[in-house]
């Protein structure tokens, strides 16, 4: 079993920045990719970015050039930094971990508005 936690979400305006943390803790070996999806009210989940073990990383088209994921191994921590918030970036952010099977987050709320 892995248990992600995340944290870091809130209110920001339009142009800010936040980060979202997402702690992984238990069977952490088995992970071979993590990453945060989205999902804004009245729309489907969504990826927003993704990264492997060895560190290759993707991202939506929406997000490119102003999200950036990252992973702290020695952390069993993966990051999100959101620059440049657009107010159609407002959604609950999840992890994820892929292992034995998919795990995911509680979600954490991010709200972009003036």
């Known amino acids: 079993q892995v248990q992600l936690v995340e944290s870091g979400g809130g209110l920001v305006q339009p142009g800010g920045s936040l980060r979202l943390s997402c702690a992984a803790s238990g069977t952490i070996f088995s992970i071979t990719a993590m990453g945060w999806y989205r999902q804004a009210p009245g729309k489907q989940r969504e990826l927003v970015a993704g990264?492997?073990?060895?560190?290759?990383?993707n991202y939506a088209d929406s997000v490119k050039g102003r999200f950036t994921i990252s992973r702290d191994n020695a952390k069993n921590t993966v990051y999100l930094q959101m620059n440049s918030l657009k107010p159609e970036d407002t959604a609950v952010y999840y992890c994820?971990?892929?292992?034995?099977?998919?795990?995911w987050g509680q979600g954490t709320q991010v709200t972009v508005s003036s």
């Open positions: 990264i492997t073990s060895d560190g290759r990383t």
């Open positions: 994820t971990a892929v292992g034995d099977r998919d795990y």
